[in-house]
């Protein structure tokens, strides 16, 4: 069965993570699939818009932790979800996220690239890394600290604490909150109407908008990931994917 679903509603792209039994964690290859669909979105003129949503109870459970560990004799796999970083980063066209239930590690951090967020009322948020012996990546150490300031960001991703919806629209995270039922619906009509207002607009607004730090996310999302990769090594972060995967 596909991990990544695809589907046009109009000129919107919606990427449907479909892992829902392990809570749409990301394997290696659902990145490579979610950067091929949007270089592919970004070169189609008649898409607009990118909807990311997902299958089940949760958005995303992170990425998925037996990657974690065989990537550890690998150096040259974490480069997959550096790329994916890259590409979603620079992604020139609205992305919008629909996002309800679990939304861990990237599950979170890649809301920092998304230009809406839509959330279910029963949405739950948490950055890990540390407690798991790693590092924030994603550049979220560079945009947390801009967007709610050192003591909120220290919190969320050096402490990890969890927030719920309601503080992830306090925080500037999420831009909306529904209830589940009227999720999907709610972030389609936001995507539609986007979708149909002047593209080149669209897109030279959001261009402006990020160039200014895109250049430092690019830098960010590398170094980030150096120091990740030498954690992911660490004896610290192996015991803390062991004690998950026994669990
Ligand atoms: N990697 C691999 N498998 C994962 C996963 C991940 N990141 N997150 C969840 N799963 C799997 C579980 O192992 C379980 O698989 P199983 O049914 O074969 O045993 C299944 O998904 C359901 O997860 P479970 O933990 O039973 O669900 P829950 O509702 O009790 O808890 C979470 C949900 C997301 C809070 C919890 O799964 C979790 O903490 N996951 C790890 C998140 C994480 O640390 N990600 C990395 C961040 S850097």
Same mark, same amino acid.
């Given at each position: 069965?596909?991990?990544?679903?695809? %589907?046009?509603?109009? !000129?919107?792209?919606? +990427?449907?993570?479909?892992?829902?039994?392990?809570? #749409?964690?990301?394997?290696?290859?659902?990145?490579? %699939?979610?950067?091929?669909?949007l270089k592919?979105?970004? %070169?189609?003129?008649?898409?607009?818009?990118?909807?990311?949503?997902?299958? *089940?109870? !949760?958005?995303?459970?992170?990425?998925? +932790?037996?990657?974690?560990?065989? @990537?550890?004799?690998?150096?040259?796999?974490?480069?997959?979800?550096?790329?994916?970083?890259?590409?979603?980063?620079?992604?020139p $066209?609205?992305?919008?996220?629909?996002?309800?239930?679990?939304?861990?590690?990237?599950?979170?951090?890649?809301?920092?690239?998304?230009?809406?967020?839509? /959330?279910?009322?029963?949405?739950?948020?948490?950055?890990?890394?540390?407690?798991?012996?790693? +590092?924030?990546?994603?550049?979220?150490?560079?945009?947390?600290?801009?967007?709610v *300031?050192?003591?909120?960001?220290?919190?969320?991703?050096v402490?990890?604490?969890?927030?719920?919806?309601?503080?992830?629209?306090?925080?500037? +995270?999420? #831009?909306?909150?529904?209830?589940?039922?009227?999720?999907? %619906?709610?972030?389609?009509?936001?995507?539609?109407?986007?979708?149909?207002?002047?593209?080149? !607009?669209?897109? @030279?607004?959001?261009?402006?908008? $990020?160039?200014?730090?895109?250049? /430092?996310?690019?830098?960010?999302?590398? !170094?980030?990931?150096?120091?990740f990769?030498?954690?992911?090594?660490?004896?610290?972060?192996?015991? @803390?994917?062991?004690?998950?995967?026994?669990k």
């Amino acid at each position: 069965m596909a991990t990544v679903l695809t %589907e046009k509603q109009g !000129s919107v792209f919606e +990427i449907n993570l479909n892992r829902p039994d392990k809570k #749409n964690a990301l394997t290696l290859a659902m990145y490579v %699939e979610m950067t091929a669909l949007l270089k592919q979105a970004a %070169e189609d003129p008649n898409i607009h818009v990118v909807l990311f949503r997902a299958q *089940g109870q !949760s958005f995303c459970a992170g990425n998925d +932790i037996s990657d974690f560990v065989s @990537a550890a004799h690998n150096p040259n796999i974490l480069q997959d979800v550096l790329v994916f970083l890259h590409t979603l980063a620079s992604f020139p $066209k609205p992305i919008i996220a629909a996002v309800h239930g679990d939304a861990v590690g990237i599950g979170t951090t890649m809301l920092l690239h998304c230009d809406l967020v839509v /959330s279910a009322d029963n949405l739950r948020c948490k950055m890990p890394f540390v407690q798991l012996g790693l +590092i924030p990546e994603g550049a979220s150490t560079l945009l947390f600290p801009q967007l709610v *300031g050192h003591r909120h960001a220290f919190e969320l991703l050096v402490e990890g604490r969890s927030f719920d919806a309601i503080k992830a629209e306090q925080l500037g +995270i999420v #831009n909306q909150i529904t209830e589940p039922d009227l999720l999907l %619906e709610t972030a389609r009509n936001r995507a539609k109407k986007l979708s149909d207002s002047p593209v080149d !607009s669209v897109i @030279a607004a959001k261009q402006l908008m $990020k160039a200014e730090t895109l250049k /430092s996310v690019h830098q960010v999302i590398d !170094s980030e990931g150096a120091l990740f990769y030498q954690r992911l090594l660490s004896e610290e972060a192996q015991k @803390a994917f062991m004690a998950f995967l026994q669990k």
